[in-house]
């Protein structure tokens, strides 16, 4: 993105926006709620916000891209859990083979078996003969994900893919997402969760009024006068054992 400017009506919410994400590079984007987290992926993909500036998809214009075969490259998990109703698991995670089906649209013995395979890396293999109706939104959050990564992306945007989710599911997510970005994926993913972004992402923007207050690689950019500026709260920061930097707003004396 170069000079992005992004509203809905006359109003703008991103204000000049300019980022470049990467193969191999796992995005965190921060910022209060409001300030335009969910306006830049949907900016990217075209969807639902006039766009001004320029916003290229793996060297393309978004209008250049025919949407099956943007399909085939990019996947975008949204915040927004949809129906799934009369849906059991397994075909709701199917769904994201359809840009990869024939003139048919029949899923094939693989399709499935990619299928399954999505569902057992997040370790959610028991939700494939799951009625939607049963499902939590957690787990609806989760079958989401699945059907993102079976679309095989090279670009994978996720809109608070951790929400409904529990710590053991947060951490299990972000960790398979960052495994697929090792192996070459690139990623953005619109948190909440300084910690989680800290401990898996390569690289952040700060965004807050719509305007990027600082992006870079995650230790350069996490620090706590930077959170402090993003929040407008005092920061405290710590060091684990491990080394880790831990990041909390700092309680107001008793």
Do not use: I
């Not at 335009?36 to 393309?60: D, M």
């Not at 029949?106 to 997040?122: G, I, N, Q, T, V």
């Amino acid at each position: 993105m170069q000079g992005v400017v992004a509203g809905y009506g006359a109003r703008p919410v991103l204000h000049g926006v300019d980022c470049a994400v990467r193969a191999g590079e796992l995005w965190a984007v921060l910022g209060p709620n409001g300030t335009g987290k969910s306006t830049l992926l949907r900016s990217a993909l075209g969807v639902g916000p006039w766009v001004r500036g320029e916003t290229l998809l793996l060297g393309k214009a978004r209008t250049e891209w025919e949407p099956r075969a943007l399909a085939r490259r990019v996947a975008w998990v949204p915040q927004t859990v949809e129906s799934v109703e009369g849906f059991r698991g397994l075909e709701l995670v199917l769904m994201g083979r359809s840009p990869h089906l024939g003139l048919w649209g029949l899923p094939s013995a693989r399709d499935e078996a990619l299928a399954r395979a999505a569902l057992e890396e997040l370790g959610v293999a028991y939700l494939a003969e799951r009625p939607g109706e049963a499902l939590s939104g957690g787990e609806r959050r989760m079958l989401l994900l699945a059907r993102g990564l079976v679309q095989e992306p090279v670009l994978l945007l996720l809109d608070e893919p951790t929400a409904f989710l529990d710590v053991a599911h947060q951490v299990g997510t972000l960790a398979r997402v960052r495994a697929r970005v090792d192996a070459g994926l690139g990623a953005v993913a619109v948190l909440h969760d300084v910690n989680l972004a800290a401990a898996f992402a390569t690289h952040v923007m700060l965004l807050r009024d719509g305007r990027v207050l600082s992006q870079g690689p995650v230790d350069a950019v996490l620090q706590r006068e930077a959170l402090e500026a993003l929040y407008g709260l005092p920061m405290e920061m710590a060091l684990a054992p491990s080394g880790a930097r831990l990041f909390a707003p700092r309680a107001p004396p008793r």
